[in-house]
T-cell receptor
Framework: GESVGLHLPTLSVQEGDNSIINCAYSNSASDYFIWYKQESGKGPQFIIDIRSNMDKRQGQRVTVLLNKTVKHLSLQIAATQPGDSAVYFCAEKGNYGGSQGNLIFGKGTKLSVKP | DADVTQTPRNRITKTGKRIMLECSQTKGHDRMYWYRQDPGLGLRLIYYSFDVKDINKGEISDGYSVSRQAQAKFSLSLESAIPNQTALYFC?????????????FGEGSRLTVL
């Protein structure tokens, strides 16, 4: 039969506030993580990445936090702007059986920024 | 000009028709990928190729085939399209670092199968 798409988790924030987007990853053997931003009608674009030997990495207005103990990844966006409205995907990578070293993507979170 | 170009960007077809989606890249990357995106399901890997002579099945390869015609070209075919193949398809490339692995995506090809 036909598959039915799931509703995306949605985060709505006020312009100027900080945003935190969370992601739980599946495999403790994953050693590289990446966040992508996908604007409407476009392909995903790289935001920031982090290797498993780090627990924090900062970019321009963005910070990624990695908690390997609970297999949790978060993306923090400072001073959120209307241009940050998009779907955000986390992805994990590890050279373990079945993954073949490819990125495995989460289902995404939709961020909406209210002016 | 885009580094990863997909054609067509939109296509409507009927059940049973053969469809080819094409991807070309100017990044000089060896690795190319085809993903499918469905609402609420994220990106799922269909096929990937690490060089011209290498083709590998991904998570959801049934009903699809690919051809790596050159380093810069990777096409996805649906031999006999069915409605549940209606989706947004993305081609991506990677420089193939063993440690990292950023993917560079095209703009997507929206396929509707009636």
């Amino acid at each position: 039969g036909e598959s039915v798409g799931l509703h995306l988790p949605t985060l709505s924030v006020q312009e100027g506030d900080n945003s935190i987007i969370n992601c739980a990853y599946s495999n403790s053997a994953s050693d590289y993580f990446i966040w992508y931003k996908q604007e409407s009608g476009k392909g995903p674009q790289f935001i920031i990445d982090i290797r498993s030997n780090m627990d924090k990495r900062q970019g321009q207005r963005v910070t990624v936090l990695l908690n390997k103990t609970v297999k949790h990844l978060s993306l923090q966006i400072a001073a959120t702007q209307p241009g940050d409205s998009a779907v955000y995907f986390c992805a994990e990578k590890g050279n373990y059986g079945g993954s073949q070293g490819n990125l495995i993507f989460g289902k995404g979170t939709k961020l909406s920024v209210k002016p | 000009d885009a580094d990863v170009t997909q054609t067509p960007r939109n296509r409507i077809t009927k059940t049973g028709k053969r469809i080819m989606l094409e991807c070309s890249q100017t990044k000089g990357h060896d690795r190319m990928y085809w993903y499918r995106q469905d609402p609420g399901l994220g990106l799922r890997l269909i096929y990937y190729s690490f060089d011209v002579k290498d083709i590998n099945k991904g998570e959801i390869s049934d009903g699809y085939s690919v051809s790596r015609q050159a380093q810069a070209k990777f096409s996805l075919s649906l031999e006999s399209a069915i409605p549940n193949q209606t989706a947004l398809y993305f081609c991506a490339t990677s420089g193939g670092s063993a440690i990292t692995g950023e993917l560079f995506f095209g703009e997507g090809s929206r396929l509707t199968v009636l």
